[in-house]
């Protein structure tokens, strides 16, 4: 299983109406550094990361309290876990593979579609709303996600965004997609780690949220981080329940 819902899961939405940031090269290059710590961690580490019941899910932070400074940014960083009784790895990758069907299984997609396909990996557009406190922003996600099955139990995949771009007057005739890196900073890049595996007589289902976002105005910080802990700890939470309650109803047909 390997949704882009990072992003796909908007890990961090800043409540507040920033002023416009753009994207700089430190931030750039601390979030490559991050990313191939993150992903080398992923692929060495085997254990599950839980064992939770049927229909629990488990969400803490990656690494200190989900949220890392970087030069020029944010990394917002969680993990979470689910079981799915009574499923197969093939009930879950079937939800995983339907992208033009991600719009009726995220609340936060308002558009999905499967690009291209070549074997295993996968192109994909989203568009994503997210919002609260009257703030909203809508984005536009270009991602590429590969699948890995190391053996007849377990299938991992790694979802990275090739391009993020704000949308503005979503849905009117002055619609626009501002350059990438440019806009509000809500979120830059993003990528999913995700793994399924089948046993106890179901799927376990794990996944890694890495977004790399602007950083908090400074005199708002204090009201900001808070906030965004939450919705990125829900963010995880919903879409893990979101992707489980897919897969049931697939079952349930």
Not at 147 to 162: A, Q, R
Request: proline share 4%; with cysteine.
């Amino acid at each position: 299983m390997a949704w882009p819902v990072s992003g796909l899961l908007l890990l961090c939405l800043v409540h507040v109406r920033a002023l416009a940031a753009e994207l700089e090269p430190a931030a750039t290059a601390a979030w490559d550094t991050y990313m191939a710590d993150a992903t080398k961690v992923f692929l060495e580490d085997h254990r599950s990361q839980g064992s939770p019941r049927d229909g629990e899910v488990i969400v803490r932070p990656a690494r200190q309290d989900g949220i890392v400074s970087v030069p020029g940014g944010l990394v917002h960083h969680w993990i979470g876990a689910t079981f799915i009784a009574h499923a197969t790895i093939a009930d879950a990758l079937a939800i995983s593979y339907a992208y033009d069907n991600y719009h009726t299984v995220y609340k936060p997609v308002i558009s999905s579609q499967l690009i291209r396909r070549d074997g295993d990996t996968y192109q994909v557009q989203l568009r994503i709303k997210e919002g609260a406190a009257g703030v909203s922003a809508v984005l536009q996600v270009r991602s590429s996600i590969k699948f890995f099955f190391p053996n007849g139990t377990t299938v991992y995949s790694i979802s990275t965004s090739n391009e993020i771009r704000e949308v503005k007057d979503t849905g009117e005739i002055t619609e626009r997609l501002l350059p990438a890196g440019q806009g509000t900073g809500y979120l830059w890049r993003a990528a999913t780690l995700s793994r399924l595996i089948e046993r106890d007589g179901g799927v376990v289902v794990e996944m890694e949220t890495i977004g790399l976002s602007r950083a908090f105005p400074m005199m708002l910080a204090w009201i900001v981080e808070p906030i965004a802990r939450r919705l990125g700890r829900k963010s995880v939470e919903l879409s893990l329940q979101e992707f489980a309650s897919a897969v049931r109803a697939r079952k349930a047909r």
